[in-house]
Each structure stands twice: as structure tokens, then as C-alpha cells.
């Protein structure tokens, strides 16, 4: 991971996508891949309220952000949106 990003230096800290408290855990793939040129379905709508308040919201947003995943929803960001980059910069507070 990128030293931007560097959330910590526990001696062997659980990955987010391993943390059993995240959100989306057990909620099925289709909720969070929506087809390309969909911008407002109900299930893109769950995925960012659920991703809202969830514990590893910032590791995830990291995560995407260096990745430049473009399909799907992390962090609350439809990452196939055009403004995907600049949310994902936004909520890890280097806009």
C-alpha cells in the first residue's frame, strides 16, 4: 500500500476486505455491481447507504482509489461514475 495511505502499523493487521465488521459482508454481488449506465437503482442506493457509516469506509476508498477500480460501488462511490476519482480523493481528504 502506498505510505499516503498508511492507516496504521499494527503488527498484523486484519486487510478490509477480511473485517467481518464491514458492511457489506454476506450481501451478494449484484448489490454492489450495478449494469454500466445504471445511476440510480435501488441496489446502488443500499450499497451507499450501507457503505456510509462502516468501519472500514476510508480503507476501502484507499484501496480504490490506488486499484482505480471503475465498476461498482465502494466507499459510497459509483466507481463508474466520472467524478468517481475526485469522491474517492475527497472522502480520503486529498482533493
Known sequence: MNDQFD???????????EDPERHCVGTGEAMWFVPDGHRHVPELN??????????????????AYELGDRHGVRATVNL????????????LGIA
Open 7 to 17: 492507516f496504521g502499523d499494527e503488527p498484523d493487521p486484519v486487510r478490509w476486505f
Open 46 to 63: 443500499r450499497a451507499k447507504a450501507l457503505c456510509a457509516d462502516c468501519p472500514v469506509l476510508l480503507d476501502c476508498a484507499a484501496d
Open 80 to 91: 463508474s461514475s466520472s467524478t468517481a476519482r475526485r469522491k474517492l480523493a475527497e472522502i
